[in-house]
């Protein structure tokens, strides 16, 4: 109960963070913005006839995916923003468990992604992607799964890094390949052999899969746009995450003891 | 009674480093006294303490405390202590009640609830009363961000005594402060001190801070240079020495050279007791004297002293 109470104390400080930050806010939108919104509906425009689906849902999708396991993942960054202010030591000297801190991180990080993820979901609605309650509920599963998967991944990342700072300067190293090797907005499922290994390697590209898989369900469009059946992405989810969960957390905890 | 702190043979070397940064330090801690780590930037406090409140393991060495070993008992430990950090540990995004509330929780004192509303009655009680405490009644609602230096150190030790640990360490809590604040910070912990019998344990550069300890581990690089009471360590390492002068100096010099009396120059002269006492180092003197004066060395005098020797060996 005790530990219950307090990782749901460190996920409500996330969100309560996030949700007074505005300039925050308004920054976490502008990107799915750009790529939905401009990339969408251009590509829509410019490849839909030619490769026969439409691609405004297949990038939204891919969005959607790439903006909540990215954004939970970078929120664990602020573990290390915590550490550097020392904030973390509240926390650190405080009698309850190691694995509740990075949970709650987890969890609250997850909150705070899957508030944007509401966002995008109106976002697209605005730009004319069609859903239907049942897609959404589905989504939002999907999306609860991904948060918690890219706060793993988050945490397997700082469990290697010293600052912030340099999280910063080895994020975009290994997001941005992630998001043309994932399928988030290019179809991934012809590639040269040295990218599609790449590719399968991307933790990112089972969250986009996952989610379409969820989406186009029963759709005519699913085989086109669809590469692996849900249970397989959500089988690789579930075996990444318990392997970036206790490598990442005993890391994470040993380099806070002996530095 | 047993001691509430055991500190034996504690040695903490940092990766990559080449020395030491506590050279096998020991002491131990009474219940329900205020001791005092001193020593100059880098000697080695903030790394004791970290270890002592089990956020930094150990190189060798043993430390209990209540008891519990550090890094066998870790989780015991953190339940025994209280910390308040060199930089302060509250979030300033959050309100004051936000963050009292957020050490609550971690500590297991009330379950989860999403507001202040609906948190149990004890604890809003609980946060009325140290509110009241510090001067802050008016204030627990707002973003510390709004907060001053010292309202926020108060805030800190409000919220760490939440818990009631039975040892409190302060990692230099004043400083940064201005005058006014560092005393009325003051004023409050003597008035913790006395209304919970908890253990203090502080680190400080600030010499005037540490007069009032029962105990003083004086460090510098790492090691510990001297220990005990204020008073024994000012003994130890800081003599009482008398000045004297006189309308005739030259003869005063003469007599004191005879008496084989250490001096230093020029007058008025500072005579070494070296065991005697001041009486009878005036009975033995004829020379008329003009100034009879005797300095008692501060512990301030002490701790220079003992940093300027290790600074020339």
Known sequence: MRQVSAILAIAQRDLVKFLRDRGRIVATFIFPFIFVGIMGTSFRYSFGRSTGFDWLPFIFTGVLAQTLWQSAAMGIISLLEDRQNDFAQEMFVSPISRYSIVFGKILGESLVALAQGVGILGFGLVLGVRFSVGQVLLLLAAAVVICIFGGAFGLLMISFLSSQRAAQQIFPFIMLPQFFLSGAFTPVALLPIYLDVLSRLSPMRYAVDLTRDLFYSGSRDAHRVTLAPTTFNLLVIAVAFAAFMIVGTRLFVRQERNR | ?313
């Open chain 2, 1 to 313: 009674m047993a001691p509430i702190i055991e500190v034996d043979r504690l040695t903490k070397r940092y990766r990559k480093a080449t020395e030491n940064a506590v050279d096998e330090v020991s002491f131990t801690v009474d219940p329900g006294t205020l001791f005092c780590l001193l020593g100059p930037n880098g000697a080695g406090k903030t790394t004791t303490i970290s270890i002592l409140t089990t956020t930094l393991g150990p190189t060798s060495g043993q430390v209990r405390i209540g008891g519990h070993d550090v890094v066998t008992a870790s989780s015991a430990v953190r339940q025994t202590v209280g910390i308040i950090f060199q930089n302060p540990s509250l979030d300033l995004n959050l309100t004051a009640e936000e963050n009292v509330r957020f050490h609550a929780l971690l500590y297991g004192l009330y379950p989860w609830r999403p507001t202040y509303a609906l948190m149990p009655e004890a604890y809003r009680r609980q946060v009325r009363e140290l509110a009241g405490v510090v001067g802050l009644d008016n204030e627990m609602g707002k973003q510390i961000k709004t907060f001053s230096g010292g309202m926020r150190r108060k805030l800190e030790i409000v919220r760490t005594l939440l818990h009631r640990p039975r040892v409190l360490f302060l990692d230099e809590p004043t400083s940064g402060l201005d005058p006014q604040s560092r005393r009325s910070l003051w004023d409050y912990l003597r008035q913790v001190r006395a209304q919970t019998e908890c253990t203090l344990f502080l680190s400080t550069h600030y010499l005037e801070e540490s007069e009032g300890a029962d105990h003083v581990c004086i460090l510098n690089h790492g090691r510990t240079v001297a220990l005990g009471s204020p008073a024994a360590v000012k003994a130890e390492l800081a003599q009482e020495r008398l000045v004297l002068d006189s309308a005739d100096r030259d003869a005063l010099r003469a007599e004191l050279s005879r008496l084989g009396l250490r001096f230093g120059e020029p007058a008025p002269y500072q005579v070494t007791l070296d065991g005697q006492t001041v009486q009878q180092v005036i009975k033995a003197i004829d020379t008329p004297l003009s100034l009879v004066r005797v300095d008692a060395p501060s512990l301030e005098d002490a701790y220079l002293k003992i940093i300027a020797k290790e600074v020339e060996a």
